[in-house]
């Protein structure tokens, strides 16, 4: 039990996929307009890594490492990824359609999105259980949620402000980014 509680902090805060390994940046700088879009691709994002864990981890240790093809790993992981990310589509298009509208061309991206494949391969060279994979991956999804919705609660205060010229739009997201990474970083004696 302690050792699943030192991956599950260690993977959302210490270990924050976004802000220490700087994976899966590319939603998480496009979708951090605003809280609820935010969360809505947090939450799809929870499904897909947690999901993805759990059927990449039993696929690895109970077909690939028995049959020695070790070697189709990542082809399988993207297989697997890109399948969960179509169910998720399809669920938000059948049951929110505004939320499938808002998050836009960045939710077929999960599929693209290193930071879920990046979770699968940890699992592996880690040598995880399952149950050690699903945390692992649930707490990294939890992470990146964490630091989505709070780069768009700052986003959104920040919106309205009187910033220079040269450090509106990206600029200042690049900044603010930076220095959220800054403040994760202090969580790294934590472990």
């Given at each position: 039990m302690k050792e699943l509680l030192i991956i599950a902090i260690g993977s959302a805060f210490v270990n924050n996929v976004v802000l220490?390994?700087?994976?899966?940046?590319?939603?998480?700088?496009?979708?951090?307009?605003k809280t609820k879009?935010?969360?809505?691709?947090?939450?799809?994002?929870i499904f897909v890594i947690t999901v993805s864990s759990l059927i990449t981890s039993v696929i690895h240790n109970f077909i690939l490492v028995p049959t020695k093809m070790e070697y189709l790993d990542t082809i399988v992981f993207i297989l697997v990824i890109a399948?969960?990310?179509?169910?998720?589509?399809?669920?938000?298009?059948?049951?929110?359609?505004?939320?499938?509208?808002?998050?836009?061309?960045?939710?077929?991206?999960?599929?693209?999105?290193c930071a879920v494949l990046g979770v699968a391969i940890i699992n592996v060279q880690?040598?995880?259980?399952?149950?050690?994979?699903?945390?692992?991956?649930?707490?990294?999804?939890?992470?990146?949620?964490?630091?989505?919705?709070?780069?768009?609660?700052?986003?959104?205060?920040i919106e309205y402000n009187d910033i220079?010229?040269?450090?509106?739009?990206?600029?200042?997201?690049?900044?603010?980014?930076?220095?959220?990474?800054?403040?994760?970083?202090g969580f790294s004696g934590l472990l």
């Amino acid at each position: 039990m302690k050792e699943l509680l030192i991956i599950a902090i260690g993977s959302a805060f210490v270990n924050n996929v976004v802000l220490s390994q700087f994976l899966g940046l590319c939603p998480f700088l496009g979708v951090s307009k605003k809280t609820k879009t935010a969360g809505g691709m947090g939450a799809a994002v929870i499904f897909v890594i947690t999901v993805s864990s759990l059927i990449t981890s039993v696929i690895h240790n109970f077909i690939l490492v028995p049959t020695k093809m070790e070697y189709l790993d990542t082809i399988v992981f993207i297989l697997v990824i890109a399948a969960l990310v179509q169910l998720v589509e399809m669920i938000l298009k059948k049951n929110s359609p505004a939320l499938y509208e808002s998050l836009g061309v960045y939710l077929p991206l999960i599929t693209t999105n290193c930071a879920v494949l990046g979770v699968a391969i940890i699992n592996v060279q880690n040598s995880y259980s399952i149950l050690m994979s699903v945390v692992n991956g649930l707490a990294t999804a939890i992470g990146f949620t964490i630091a989505i919705v709070i780069m768009a609660g700052i986003r959104e205060k920040i919106e309205y402000n009187d910033i220079p010229e040269s450090l509106r739009g990206m600029p200042i997201v690049l900044i603010i980014a930076g220095l959220m990474s800054i403040a994760f970083f202090g969580f790294s004696g934590l472990l």
